[in-house]
């Protein structure tokens, strides 16, 4: 919007007193930068500084901090471990984005009308059910692998409803290498934080823009289309983004619900790598890692471009 100029002016605070409040805002930035530069930055050279080192005599990787010096040979080993002759690592991949990706799907079709019944029809119960959807985080990711263990069991209470409604004739083995029970792992895993992110941005949408989208005339069905999906649209890219992260990295869900190479994610190809006998494949599984880099920064990039765009727009 622009302002005459003598206005603009007038409310302008002089440059005198815009530099001390600009050197506030730079003082307050700066611990979040030195954090982000100690627990990121620094980490992600080490990687990166093992990942193109060299091998000592015995084959163990050795970080090679000076990048004049660093090599390709773990790239080329890693690269032949996804499309080589005797690639294994390639189908891994493939699989671990079906799997992400149906997880991520089940989520968003569980979480949304979870997220919208709180926001919009809760009423007075809204926080009573904000505690029972945040109670998960407070008991650890591993108990509740474990309970999840013991309820998918052959004699679990899982295989005996079915047996009561009688949709199984005999006991399903769940923990037997299925990758329907993978990705309903990682769905139970972390839906509540996509559920916690969508309630945030649903409820923020003001009911007055809802209530005019019925003024002129839409149903309800068509008032969700046009009204509040659109508006809800950063929330959804939001806790997506916060749940795909960590299911692409995963090893734990998989490792505790199937541990068969049928389900291996690629989370656990580089959890054996790091943890090799002696580290000789320390260097691949750095590499490894920075894979998920090349996959993770489009959309992040996506992600921050829609937002600043959102922003603008709101202005």
Not at 130 to 141: D, G, T
Not at 218 to 242: D, E, K, M, W
Request: charged share 10%; proline share 6%.
């Amino acid at each position: 919007m622009t302002v005459p100029s003598g206005v603009s002016a007038s409310r302008r605070p002089p440059r005198q007193q815009r530099q001390p409040r600009r050197l506030i805002w730079v003082a307050l930035a700066a611990p979040g930068i030195i954090w982000l530069a100690v627990l990121f930055i620094v980490p992600f050279y080490a990687i990166f500084a093992i990942a193109a080192g060299r091998l000592d005599v015995f084959g163990t990787p050795v970080a090679v901090w000076n990048p004049l010096d660093w090599t390709a040979t773990n790239f080329a080993a890693a690269w032949h471990d996804v499309a080589g002759a005797g690639a294994f690592v390639g189908p891994i991949i493939l699989r671990t984005l079906i799997y992400v990706a149906l997880a991520s799907a089940l989520c968003l079709l569980i979480a949304y009308p979870a997220a919208y019944f709180v926001a919009r029809f809760a009423g007075r119960w809204k926080g009573l059910i904000l505690i029972l959807l945040i109670a998960p985080f407070w008991i650890s990711y591993m108990m509740r692998m474990l309970a999840w263990i013991d309820l998918l069991q052959t004699d679990g209470y899982v295989n005996k409803v079915l047996s009561f409604l009688h949709l199984s004739s005999q006991p399903i083995d769940w923990l037997g290498g299925l990758g329907l029970t993978v990705v309903l792992g990682l769905v139970y895993g972390y839906i509540p934080y996509l559920i916690l992110v969508l309630y945030a941005g649903l409820d923020r949408i003001d009911p007055i823009l809802i209530e005019a989208g019925r003024d002129l005339g839409l149903n309800r069905v068509r008032t969700f289309i046009r009204v509040t999906l659109p508006l809800s649209r950063q929330a959804v890219l939001t806790g997506l983004l916060i749940t795909v992260l960590p299911m692409l990295g995963d090893y734990f869900t998989n490792q505790l619900l199937s541990g068969t190479t049928g389900t291996t994610m690629l989370g656990n190809v580089i959890d054996d790598q790091l943890t090799s006998a002696g580290g000789v494949l320390e260097g691949q599984g750095a590499v490894f890692s920075l894979l998920f880099l090349l996959v993770l920064v489009p959309p992040l990039i996506y992600y921050v471009v829609s937002t600043n765009r959102s922003s603008r727009r709101a202005m």
